[in-house]
């Protein structure tokens, strides 16, 4: 119940999303109590493209090395790597052998549609019935995908906290009134994906929220830090934008 504590104290949870055993081990280092992991960092750094779903083995076996950390860790498994219920519940009862704390779980969809409410519902209930000591964080993309829709969101976290999920999860949530919508009907800790200067941490505590995520932040900013680092060798100007999550995406693909 470490990891579940964590979203119930005074402060909300940062947590910082890991790419690989060397950049968990160096926030672990860094003082911070629990890290979660970035798909677009595991699949890029796979030179795969992320939310596709390809990136099931790769993810199990950075889970079995991050779970040597001392802190709990979360892992983010897209939709579950499968439409089949019961292979998404194989997999999470595997993560939950090495000993993962805790699971993002989505319902957006490569073609950029949500997945069904009754199958994630389903989904969300068999997951926990077969690893109830993992944390399910519910993701729903109602924000992300870029047309947000408060009142499906709504309908969406209340269902699957109903559902049993521990968390509930709204990347691209910014403004106030939406997220204390979301916390009004919840029941169960907010997530809140932190983006510069929209999503303040000083702002999301004051609002609530229980927990704040880097997602692929941490991954876009060591690209931009490797690049500026050779570029700076040579005397080049080392001054670079950050990706954005498309253009890492691009670079994949490319």
Known sequence: MRFHDLHHGDRPLLLPN??????????VEAGFPAIGTTSLGVAAAAGKIDAAGGTRDETIALASILARLPVPVTVDIEGGFSERIGDVAELVTELASFGIAGINLED???D????????QTT????????????????????FWLGDPDRD????????????????????GIVDDADIRAVLDVAGVPLNVLFIPGKTEYERMARLGVHRVSTGSLLFREALRATVAAALHVTGQDAERRTPSYGDVQDLVRR
């Not at 790419?19 to 926030?27: E, P």
């Not at 950029?112 to 199958?119: K, M, N, S």
């Open 18 to 27: 890991a790419w690989d055993f060397a950049s968990g081990a160096a926030l």
């Open 108 to 110: 957006g969809r490569a």
């Open 112 to 119: 950029g549609t949500l997945a069904p409410l009754d199958h």
């Open 123 to 142: 989904l969300i209930s068999a997951v926990k019935r077969a690893a109830p000591q993992v944390f399910l964080n519910a993701r729903t993309d109602t």
């Open 152 to 171: 499906e969101t709504l309908r969406r976290v209340r269902a699957y906290a109903e559902a049993g999920a521990d968390g509930v999860f709204v990347p």
